[in-house]
């Protein structure tokens, strides 16, 4: 069991029983857009982005990334982490069929790379150093170039990493989930790819 001292925010009731058996921690779930119609859960994790901090898991789909920056830019102050979930396509075992964009959510993602994702907010893991800032992503074509795009698509396949994700948002991404050499690995493959 992972322990964390922000509180995680997931969209639904079922994302939050599958991470209450891998993290110890407050999960406040904000009944998709309903968050946005009760000010009381809105203002409690307002309350934790201010004291403790709060980590925002949702899904990987268009609606998952509204939800989530729509609640970013409700919150003025305190911490706010991203944990993003790669793209897999599917559907939830209790679903009868997939979601509109045919993307498992959070609910669906195997335990060990959530696991993963959490490690990084742990007291061990909050030592990490943020190696990838925007001038760097520059240097590797993965921004302000002809097909930084491109490229960006590649290293999100690589990485595991939802197609919807922003540039803006990648460096602390990056930061936030892999290692430097990860992620090195990683480019060089989604350069070789991006010449073929």
Known sequence: M????????VEGKYDKIKLSAL??????????????????KL?????????????ILTDSDSAGFLIRNRLKSKINEGEIHDIYIPDVFGKERRKGTPSRENKIGVE??????????????TDEGNG?????????????????TENASVLRKKLQ??????ENLSAKALPDVLNALFTEEEYVNAIERAHAKSYL
Do not use: C, H, M, Y
């Open 128 to 144: 990490a150093v943020s190696w990838a800032a925007r001038e760097r992503l520059f240097d590797d074509g993965l921004i302000g």
């Open 43 to 55: 203002d409690l994790i307002r309350v934790f982005a201010k004291k403790r901090g709060i980590i």
């Open 108 to 121: 669906g993602i195997d335990a060990d790379i959530l696991r993963k994702a959490f490690e990084k907010f």
């Open 23 to 40: 993290i110890d921690s407050v999960i406040i779930t904000t009944d998709g857009f309903g968050v946005f119609k009760n000010r009381e």
């Open 157 to 162: 396949e690589e990485l595991d990493l939802p």
């Open 2 to 9: 992972i322990k964390l001292k922000q509180a995680v925010i």
